[in-house]
């Protein structure tokens, strides 16, 4: 299913045969709203046998097994598997940082997210996703089906580059607009400088299965920089000078290792699977290789 | 440290005025380029950790500054010149000239030898030079020595130094300057058109420790050398020294046996000696209480008369000064009285009457043994046999001529020796005579101003041909070096026989007293009549002729120390003997079964070496060289140094410039 041919575009084919294959994992068991394609642990209505109980009184009639019952002479009820559907939040961070890189960390990131969501419409989960720190959130669909992928491309689209909101305080709202529980992919390079541990906090205190996907681009990896500059932050217009040398561009990849270090370490303490991409691996790579093997998809 | 000021005010103000601009024009250079990045927030938390040395920050930053003002730094204090005084030793090459002469034995310097005192100051000096200087050393007496030549290895030159030892020698430096000379100065090739250098000049410095008691030396020319002077020894050194001793023999003074001796006091006031005199180390006699006024000299006399009657071997003569002083050297002199040996003379003549005369008064008689042949006898076989083996000491030749020169002296009266090496030009008449050579031994005493002759010839002789009479047309007497041996000619005859076998007398000389003590002279310092006393003029490093009987292949010389030598016959006949270093007694014994042996005495007596007084300057080649009590500081600059600091910064500056990133 081709959505176009220019270059640019989120999805392509070849991505999208690969993703029609897969579906979200959830490590947690959640109460979805709605019937879905998604086998919960929970025994409720569905074709699949599941265990037996005693009948006791109240319950439905028309799950006990009269056949059973005819043998044994007692009053045994069926209990079946319980078909659900899934929450798939796809948080994408919008701030001006991430409009950096070949490609750009944003269409990275929206590539991910559409990827994702693309996942979860096939299997018919609930799907939104929600430019992080941008007005346009407080729009953001949740999408259901197969029929919606036009939807959801169309929608992250119209994310902007300069989402300038804090980081915390749009995550804040995120978790105030939204009680649901379910898997939550969040996109983002980490760059804010009120740091992102009290941010984060916000969502491990709700029941997420949360995912960080960190992207950071070939130039914030390993700058290619010489000479006398004077760095300016594309976010808040600070600027830093610099006499670029060995020692210093050591110095700033040690920074960037403890920096990572530091994120990893926090995530696993609070049950967040971290994951520190480049914007140079591709998408279809990602998903098939380092997020299956993290578990998110199947 | 101190500093030269090396650049006016105005020059200054220029030049202090480069770094303020050098600051300013860094401050308004550095324009950083912006450049805009997702997120300074890594950067900044880069450099937080960077700044927690800050200073060093900063100063890395601004590296290029830092060497820039550097740079300026170096160079002003390059123009300042600064430097400091020093007691290292300025050159690439030294030479340190040691003099080792018997006077260097001299002990005036607190208990110390001179010698020792000069190796000290050497050695010192050698600890002074850089790693890459070289230095030699050369010592000297009456000869040159190169102990080492040019090296860098202080160690090498310390070891060699620490072998040299006295010489019992007297001081001459020639030979030292011109081997110090040779590197430093090398000699042209003239050709036609031009003179070509045929080496290049490797400039010195020549440095020379000495008491400066050397004979000077006019002719030399420093060139490239740098010379130094470091006298070694102090003004008032206290020495009494025998500095002439002679024994006479018999014939000069009337039959008497004497030994004479001088007696010089280097001291500054008044002293008195004993002085004694013994033979074959038995006293024989003394004279005490010598007196000898300050920095004066006194003569000693010692009648040896008694001796002569023994005088069937060899007698050892050791005069000696019985008071020490600050040099012993010259407190001791040697001498040997040999028995006499008369001379073995032939005289051939046609009837020479007054020759005969002459040759057969009591004196000839006791010191020669004297046999008068003809002509004829120049033939025989007994003849050739007796000239050829040397059997003679004095050949006389009256009228008449050999064929070949025996192996002897000769003296030829009216004629010259066979070969080309003698010329003799036409008789000519009359022969007025202008002049006689008084200072030649065979014309001592002589007077000769009535001396008529008629008939005489010009002579010509060989090399080292010395005229004794001369007439107003040339000379007609002389006497020229012939190998080992001499020959006397003179030109005209003393009595002629005309063609009537008459004799015509052709000189007034044979009735004049002169005649006699002439013909004695001959006998005496020709035919070795003077043998009685041997070799008194023997000075130590002197090269000796000794003269043996014809069979005697080799010699044996025993030195004072026991050391033996042996010496073969040489070419001209002699036994050349060199090995003179000692003072004292040789003895030289045939080896032939027989085995006849005599001695010599060689002494140093040299009154310029018993003239301890530290001399305060040297007068070499025309200069004047003062000498220097202690080292000369120097001043050694380190401007040179600044600018290499200051090149090599630039080179710095310009490598991080192009590779700013590497840091």
Known sequence: MAVNSSKDQLLTPELLSQLDRMELVSRKIFRGRMKGERRSRRKGQSVEFADYRNYVPGDDLRFIDWNLYARLERLFLKLFLEEEDLHFYALVDCSRSMDFGEPSKLFYAKQLAAALGYIGLCRSDRIRIEPLGSPLAQQAPVLRGRKSVWQMLGYLNQFPADADAPFESSLKSFCLRNSGKGILVLITDLMDKAGYEQALKYLIARDLDIYLIHVLSRAEIDPDLKGDLRLIDSEDGDAREITVSTRLLDRYKDTLARFIQGAREFCSKRSITYMMTSTDRPVDRLISRYLRQRGLVR | ?????????????????????????????????????????????????????????????????????????????????????????????????????????????????????????????????????????????????????????????????????????????????????????????????????????????????????????????????????????????????????????????????????????????????????????????????????????????????????????????RLQIDEPDDFLMDNVVFAVLNPPQPANILVVTPGNEYLRVALNTEAIRQAARVAF?????????????????????????????????????????????????????????????????????VMDALQLSRLTIVEAAALTGPTGTQTLLEATYGPIMAIGPRGGYQDLVLSFALMEMDEQGQFMVNSNWPSQLSFPLFIQNVVRVLGGGARIVSTRDARTGQIIALRRLPHVERVQVTAPDGQTYTVPRSRDGDFIFGQTDLRGWYTVTDLTPDGDSFAFAVNLLDPQESELRVKESLDIGGDRIEGTQARQTVRLEFWKWLVVVALVVLVVEWIIYNRRILL
């Open chain 2, 1 to 317: 440290m101190t500093w030269v000021n090396a650049l006016s005010t105005g020059a200054w103000v220029l030049l202090l005025a480069v770094p303020p601009l050098i600051v300013l024009l860094y401050f308004l250079k550095l324009r950083r380029q912006p450049l805009a990045v997702p997120s300074t927030y890594l950067w900044a938390r880069t450099l937080e950790d960077m700044h927690v040395n800050s200073l060093w920050q900063r100063l890395r930053s601004s590296l290029l500054l830092i060497l820039q003002l550097l740079l300026v730094g170096a160079l002003i204090l390059a123009v300042l010149r600064p430097g400091c005084q020093s007691d290292e030793l300025v050159g690439e090459r030294f030479i340190f000239l040691l003099d080792n002469s018997a006077s260097m034995s001299a002990t005036d310097l607190g208990g110390e030898s001179r010698l020792q005192v000069a190796k000290g100051q050497i050695r010192n000096m050698i600890d002074l030079l850089a790693r890459d200087d070289s230095a030699m050393l050369l010592t000297f007496s009456d000869r040159a020595e190169v102990i080492q030549s040019y090296t860098k290895d202080k160690e090498l030159l310390k070891r060699r130094l620490a072998s040299v030892q006295v010489r019992e020698h007297s001081t001459d430096m020639s030979e030292a300057l011109a081997a110090a000379s040779g590197l430093a100065n090398p000699g042209r090739i003239a050709t036609e058109e031009t003179d070509v250098q045929v080496a290049d000049a490797k400039p010195a410095q020549l440095m020379i420790f000495s008491d400066g008691r050397a004979r000077s030396n006019p002719d030399f020319i420093f060139g490239h050398l740098t010379a130094e002077y470091f006298p070694i020894g102090t003004e008032n050194p206290h020495n009494v020294g025998i500095v002439a001793f002679a024994i006479n023999d018999e014939w000069v003074s009337e039959g008497k046996l004497q030994a004479y001796a001088k007696i010089q006091n280097s001291y500054d006031a008044a002293r008195s000696v004993n002085v004694s005199l013994y033979v074959n180390d038995v006293l024989y006699d003394a004279e005490g209480n010598v007196a000898l006024t300050a920095g004066g000299a006194t003569g000693v006399r010692f009648d040896l008369q008694s001796l002569i009657p023994s005088l069937t071997e060899p007698l050892k003569i």
């Open chain 2, 373 to 441: 042949r003809n002509r004829d006898y120049l033939s025989e076989q007994d003849y050739l046999e007796q000239a050829l083996f040397g059997r003679f000491d004095l050949v006389i030749y009256d009228q008449c001529q050999p064929t070949t020169m025996p192996q002897c002296n000769t003296m030829f009266i009216g004629n010259i020796p066979p070969g080309d090496v003698w010329t003799m030009g036409a008789k000519t008449f009359p022969t007025p005579l202008i002049d006689f050579d008084q200072r030649h031994p």
